[in-house]
């Protein structure tokens, strides 16, 4: 019986421990940030694919379709990575995923909803990166940078497709 309990104790310190180590609360961070990240990625997929349906253009159609689909590809990946460090998407990333419904795109004016929520992912990659190299996992950090640099083309893509849609008056 007091084997058990000593066990148990040890046990309990050295989770304590785990969870003070810097490495071990980086991961765990890096963790939420790249399920946060999966679930963005998801939801802006699901959206450009909902406002590609009410493009009147079929180039500019295109490619919020292959927009889309780079995201999907991005969240895979993510999904891939949180695997990787030995979790799923669970509850709690659900939640965050609901959290997320709450600011569904509703018009075709709301493209520039889904360009101002790229730009933040933008910054929330490079928290990523930050926690990805502070858990010492580069190949976490190079994943990230690349979909950072998707996500400018995306951008500038965007942009494009809004300029399009609204040209400015001539002068």
Known sequence: MMATFLEKLSNGWKRIAADLDPKNRAEKQLLE???RDYFEEKMLAQALEQESD??????????????????????????EKIVELGDSISEHARDLQKQRDEKQFESTLDLLKILEEEKAEYIEYLDAMALAREAKRNDI???LDQIREEE???RKQLMDILAKLNPLPGK
């Open 33 to 35: 940030a790249l399920k």
């Open 54 to 79: 009410r493009i009147p253009y079929a180039h500019l159609r295109k490619k919020l379709i292959d927009i889309a689909e780079a995201e999907k590809r991005h969240a895979r990946l993510l999904e």
């Open 141 to 143: 950090q190079a994943l």
């Open 152 to 154: 400018a083309v995306h």
